[in-house]
């Protein structure tokens, strides 16, 4: 997931919390399981491997990501892509490089969400060499299915917290809101708001989650697919919706969008707190 993962649970004894907690954990492996890339059994992994060949059966739940994407690739303007995995070949930031032009142009024609093949019970990815990738909302979605299966056996306040995106399960037993701190770009021991949230979902996306500086220039991991370069203009979008699905989605399309990302966040009708490079911050609550 990227990062530490934590399942909160209140107002219940310390054997049930951890039966529960046991829940929520299985059923965040299960999505790694199913939809990482990184794993040669998942369903993610068959598509790509049959890429230029064949279609793959999809089940109900991978249908219903499909046609999120969809949604989401339109609603961006095709800037949410993710097709656009297959880019992270050229960008390795272990390695802490600019891609040569001919490492990473090459690359560019194997994005484009827009190509994909669905029918109602499979997917074919036309070119060989194409990928899908669910990074940019495996643990979003991770977070609200734990969430969903701890509320169905008996959870009433906590919260999944997957890296930094977080869905609550419901407020403190007082019926106070969790305090949820929000980390300074640029200054990892510091915050630059606390968020009292006792429903629904909060998501950050930034540009000091993985990066790297050269020429002094820095690198981020969120790369715009149609110049396969990383995006510039935000430093962090943080984003208040119902689902960790919904808020981490339009954290990351906001960073894509660059300067008319404000406009977007504006049109979604949710709380939003962004930094732009500047160290300027903009804010709906």
Avoid at 51 to 69: K, R
Avoid at 161 to 188: F, S
Wanted: charged share 25%; proline share 5%.
């Amino acid at each position: 997931m990227g990062g530490a993962c934590e399942i909160l649970l209140d107002g219940l004894g310390k054997k049930e919390a951890k039966k529960l907690s046991a829940l929520g954990i299985k059923e965040v492996g299960r999505i790694e399981r199913k939809y990482s890339r990184y794993r040669k059994e998942s369903i993610v992994s068959k598509i790509n491997a049959a890429a230029g060949v064949d279609w793959t059966e999809c089940d109900q739940e991978t249908a219903g990501l499909l046609e999120y994407t969809e949604m989401l690739y339109q609603s961006s303007g095709g800037l949410f892509d993710v097709t656009s995995g297959v880019l992270r070949r050229a960008w390795d930031f272990d390695k802490a490089a600019v891609p040569d032009p001919e490492e990473l142009f090459p690359l560019l024609p194997l994005v484009g969400w827009n190509r994909v093949e669905r029918r109602e019970n499979a997917v074919r990815l036309p070119d060989e060499g194409m990928q899908l990738d669910f990074g940019g909302i495996g643990k979003e979605y991770a977070a609200d299915a734990a969430a969903e299966v701890l509320c169905d056996h008996g959870a009433r306040h906590g919260y999944v917290n997957l890296a930094g995106d977080i869905k609550v399960i419901g407020p403190r037993p007082d019926g106070e809101a969790w305090v949820i701190g929000i980390r300074d770009p640029r200054n990892p021991a510091g915050l630059i708001a606390s968020i009292p949230v006792g429903a629904g979902a909060i998501a950050t996306s930034g540009d000091y989650e993985r990066f790297f500086e050269s020429c002094g220039r820095r690198y981020c991991h969120i790369i715009n697919p149609v110049t396969g370069f990383p995006v510039t203009f935000w430093r962090s979008v943080t984003v208040l919706a119902p689902l960790a699905t919904t808020a981490g989605s339009c954290t990351t399309i906001a960073m894509l969008m660059g300067q008319d990302g404000l406009n977007y966040l504006k049109e979604t009708g949710f709380k939003y707190l962004a930094v732009d490079q500047s160290g300027r911050t903009y804010y709906h609550h």
